[in-house]
């Protein structure tokens, strides 16, 4: 697609029940990223995919976050057991591998703005 | 551990006016540095990138200076407008870091007033 897209765009969930964020990168990016944004803060990096491999997870805050991308394009973020402090914006990011006109440059998605009750 | 720091957290200016957003950094090791724009309950916009061996780049009103052996960036903006107001994010990425783990200030909100 022309960009980054994300959904649910909001989504409010009752403490305990599990999400599924879904993310959609721009096409032909094979890297794919997940952000977290607190209110009045900025994102805190989450998870790192480049094709269908998780590179790097090391900013996922406890073992109820998971995030998977099977074939390597469409990406999901799933809470399990939601806490209220998981309520914020979840930003997805994508693109160019490092190789041909890689610049390191992230384009995002509008974002998923979760809240839990 | 890298920290980004943004100053101001708020400013308000009137129209045409030109101005100033600064962003620091703790460790000077930096890959790249990107300054994002981002409107109330919308994503990142991505504004301008400057690599670690650049020293400015500009797009259109916009320019963005580096200065790695002191740990600042500035994006200047000239002429501001109205549509100007968002809140202005600086981001870096460290040497060794994992691709897209970018380390972000809390940001400074932009108003121009009409």
């Known amino acids: 697609g022309a960009g980054v897209s994300q959904s649910p765009r909001y989504k409010v969930a009752k403490r305990g029940q599990d999400v599924a964020l879904r993310c959609d990168p721009i096409?032909?990016?094979?890297?794919l990223f997940w952000y977290q944004q607190a209110l009045g803060q900025g994102p805190e990096f989450l998870t790192y995919f480049q094709n269908e491999a998780q590179l790097d997870k090391s900013g996922l805050p406890s073992d109820r976050f998971f995030a998977e991308r099977p074939e390597g394009s469409v990406s999901t973020l799933k809470i399990q057991r939601t806490q209220q402090e998981d309520s914020a914006v979840y930003l997805c990011a994508s693109s160019l591998a490092p190789g041909q006109l890689y610049t390191g440059e992230l384009f995002f998605g509008e974002g998923s703005r979760l809240t839990v009750l | 551990k890298q920290e980004v720091t943004q100053i101001p957290a708020a400013l308000s200016v009137p129209e045409g006016e030109n101005l100033v957003l600064n962003c620091s950094f703790t460790?000077?090791?930096?890959?790249?540095l990107q300054w994002f724009r981002q409107d109330p309950g919308k994503g990142l916009t991505s504004l301008l990138l400057?690599?670690?061996?650049?020293r400015e780049q500009t797009s259109g009103r916009l320019n963005a200076s580096l200065d790695k052996s002191s740990g600042r960036s500035t994006l200047y903006i000239a002429a501001s407008q109205p549509g100007d107001s968002a809140t202005y994010l600086c981001?870096?990425?460290?040497?060794?870091?994992?691709?897209?783990?970018?380390?972000f200030g809390k940001g400074t909100k932009l108003s121009v007033k009409p």
């Open positions: 460790d000077s090791a930096i890959y790249n």
């Open positions: 096409s032909g990016h094979v890297s």
């Open positions: 981001a870096v990425r460290n040497y060794g870091g994992s691709q897209g783990n970018l380390i």
């Open positions: 400057i690599q670690s061996s650049q």
